[in-house]
């Protein structure tokens, strides 16, 4: 487990990148580092862990080899968790172990409160998880899942934007928002579609 593999996953503002151990058939871990850390957090531990396992560390957006986010965005603790959920996905991974170093177990206790059908094992290195008090539980679960879920769900239908006539276009606006008149649209517009060749 000395030799490494680098791995990258394509984000909407460029990549996450991980490193990997071990063979992709074995039981999947995905390792997170800690606040202002990256993958190599696991250098030293992933060489003295049991050979059967493919060991993934990835590094956070924005520290290691991933893409930093977009100028002015911030880092909110729930988008660390999309990453996660991002990169289970890329690698198909249905249900896999969550090893957590420092914030990265804190971001593994969150992911396993809202996705527990898909982590198997928990392990945290200093760190406690991730805790809400019992009558915040419910409520806060459904939101925050639906949120990452909806993100994820919109990232993967991305298109190319579609072309429309002048006409097709207002139409459209007018449909999505009852509220607007067809001169009120037509000035919304002016400013916010873009002619192009096809439209």
């Not at 039981?27 to 997170?32: D, K, N, R």
């Not at 090893?99 to 059908?117: D, I, Q």
């Amino acid at each position: 487990l000395g030799m490494f593999s680098e791995v990258k996953f394509p984000v909407p503002w460029g990549h996450l990148a991980a490193k990997a151990w071990g063979s992709p058939e074995g039981h999947p871990v995905l390792c997170l580092h800690g606040w202002l850390d990256n993958a190599n957090t696991f250098d030293r531990l992933i060489p003295l862990l049991p050979k059967d396992c493919y060991y993934v560390a990835m590094d956070f957006s924005g520290h290691g080899l991933s893409s930093h986010r977009p100028a002015g965005s911030p880092y909110h603790f729930l988008d660390y968790v999309s990453d996660v959920r991002r990169v289970a996905a890329a690698l198909q991974w249905r249900r896999f172990t969550l090893m957590g170093h420092s914030m990265g177990g804190a971001v593994a206790g969150m992911f396993s409160f809202l996705y527990p059908e898909m982590v198997d094992k928990l392990i945290l290195l200093e760190n406690l998880g991730f805790l809400l008090a019992p009558e915040d539980t419910e409520a806060w679960l459904r939101s925050k899942r639906m949120v990452i879920d909806r993100l994820l769900s919109l990232e993967a239908r991305q298109q190319a934007p579609k072309a429309h006539s002048p006409e097709a276009a207002l139409q459209r606006l007018l449909e999505a928002n009852r509220h607007l008149t067809a001169e009120g649209g037509a000035i919304l517009l002016q400013r916010g579609a873009t002619e192009t060749p096809a439209g």
